[in-house]
């Protein structure tokens, strides 16, 4: 015992699409500079492309690229930083509006049986980008852990990212 199986994700055939979406390389998301949401954020391509539901002025919001489940989207501050205690009182402000802005749109765009919101600061606790502060929101059903992942390890995803966008920039209140 004790072997821990990661979690495989199957995706649809349009997977292929997105991943090469662009015969040209980003410069911008290419250079090392910055951190992950910021070479997004600072790319140059439009909000469609990068997924960037929502801009501010101190925080955006972001669909994940390897989603929990569809409408699963992180908020987080437009300047890198590691830890809540470094946001400034307008990025606190805005961050945690778009938390709630978030929340209620995932909740009337997927009717949801909940909603998961959480933060992994620093490695240990799982930060998959923890030089940037991101707010994780998700929608969650009963039963959206079904036999493909207690058995196969695998989590089957049943939108592509572009709709997802679509969606919920679409119901984002103005």
């Keep these: 015992m004790g072997l821990a199986l990661s979690l495989e994700r199957i995706w649809a055939g349009w997977r292929f699409g997105y991943i090469t979406a662009s015969e040209e390389p980003n410069p911008a998301l290419e250079t090392t500079e910055g951190?992950?949401?910021?070479?997004?954020?600072?790319?140059?391509?439009?909000?469609?492309?990068?997924?960037?539901?929502?801009?501010?002025?101190?925080?955006?919001?972001?669909?994940?690229?390897?989603?929990?489940?569809?409408?699963?989207?992180?908020?987080?501050?437009?300047?890198?930083?590691?830890e809540l205690e470094e946001l400034s009182s307008d990025e606190h402000e805005e961050l945690w509006r778009f938390v709630t802005q978030a929340t209620v749109t995932i909740k009337a765009t997927y009717q949801p049986h909940g909603v998961n919101v959480g933060i992994n600061m620093g490695h240990g606790a799982g930060a998959g980008v923890p030089d940037h502060l991101h707010v994780h929101?998700?929608?969650?059903?009963?039963?959206?852990?079904?036999?493909?992942?207690?058995?196969?390890?695998?989590?089957?995803?049943?939108?592509p990212l572009g709709e997802t966008w679509h969606r919920l920039r679409t119901a984002w209140p103005n």
């Design 35 to 82: 951190t992950l949401f910021e070479r997004i954020l600072n790319s140059g391509m439009s909000d469609e492309e990068c997924f960037i539901v929502h801009r501010g002025q101190y925080a955006s919001v972001l669909l994940n690229a390897y989603p929990y489940t569809s409408g699963h989207v992180m908020v987080l501050p437009n300047r890198a930083v590691a």
């Design 137 to 159: 929101v998700l929608p969650r059903w009963h039963g959206d852990t079904n036999f493909m992942t207690s058995i196969a390890d695998a989590r089957v995803l049943p939108e």
